[in-house]
Nanobody, 121 residues
Framework: VQLQASGGGLVQAGGSLRLSCAAS????????MGWYRQPPGNQRELVAT???????????NYVDSVKGRFYISRDNAKNTVYLQMNSLKPEDTAVYYC????????????WGKGTQVTVSS
């Protein structure tokens, strides 16, 4: 599975960005998808995950710092996962990565190259 993240950029505090993660090489229907981020000088951290369902029944989880501001979604038909980021804060500045983890095969996971998000104050 190859993952390609896009949509990052420079935005002012309070603004919004939408990240996309397009997959190729396999369908994403059997993968739990996640977005992670790595702020400057810090370790990579989990931001959000979404279960395999590509509809309103999808189970989503968020780190506390983004709850109510970020929303993860997926379109299995398009093999794409999204992260809608609203009310951005300078502390959201990081390189954002998408991750695909197979729901049945332990240890099978893939990472995309990151996309830079910079939030200015």
């Amino acid at each position: 599975v190859q993952l390609q993240a896009s949509g990052g950029g420079l935005v002012q505090a309070g603004g919004s960005l939408r990240l996309s993660c397009a997959a190729s090489g396999s369908t994403l229907g059997l993968y739990i998808m996640g977005w992670y981020r790595q702020p400057p000088g810090n370790q990579r951290e989990l931001v959000a995950t979404i279960s395999t369902h590509g509809n309103k029944n999808a189970n989503t989880n968020y780190v506390d710092s983004v709850k109510g501001r970020f929303y993860i979604s997926r379109d299995n038909a398009k093999n794409t996962v999204y992260l809608q980021m609203n009310s951005l804060k300078p502390e959201d500045t990081a390189v954002y990565y998408c991750n695909a983890r197979h729901v049945l095969i332990v240890g099978m996971e893939y990472w995309g190259k990151g996309t830079q998000v910079t939030v200015s104050s």
